[in-house]
């Protein structure tokens, strides 16, 4: 089974910038692939999916405009662009694909 390993958050102030990266133990070009949040003491909250080839992406209305979801077939990696950060982004951020998840990275937006 694929294994699939999130990096990239971190503390970070409002309007400040991260990119989160997912990483890919084999080859996931046929697979579509999202990312969701959770944050603490609340529910896991989709953000946002991509198509196997990257040409349609969708996102949740709290993040479009913001966020910037990309893959690289090349290197396996799902990467999640985030501007403009705000203090309701915080959360542990999770990529998925129809079969597994990772363990997650934590964003924080704080001053």
């Known amino acids: 089974q694929v294994q699939l390993v999130e990096s990239g958050g971190g503390l970070v102030q409002p309007g400040g910038s991260l990119k989160l990266s997912c990483a890919a133990s084999?080859?996931?070009?046929?697979?579509?692939m999202t990312w969701a949040r959770q944050a603490p003491g609340k529910g896991l909250d989709w953000v946002s999916t991509?198509?196997?080839?990257?040409?349609?992406?969708t996102y949740a209305d709290s993040v479009k405009g913001r966020f910037t979801i990309s893959r690289d077939n090349v290197k396996n990696t799902l990467y999640l662009q985030m501007d403009n950060l705000r203090p309701e982004d915080t959360a542990l951020y999770f990529c998925?694909?129809?079969?597994?998840r990772g363990q997650g990275t934590q964003v924080t937006v704080s001053s």
């Open positions: 084999e080859a996931f070009s046929t697979w579509a």
């Open positions: 998925s694909n129809s079969q597994t």
């Open positions: 991509i198509n196997n080839d990257g040409s349609s992406k």
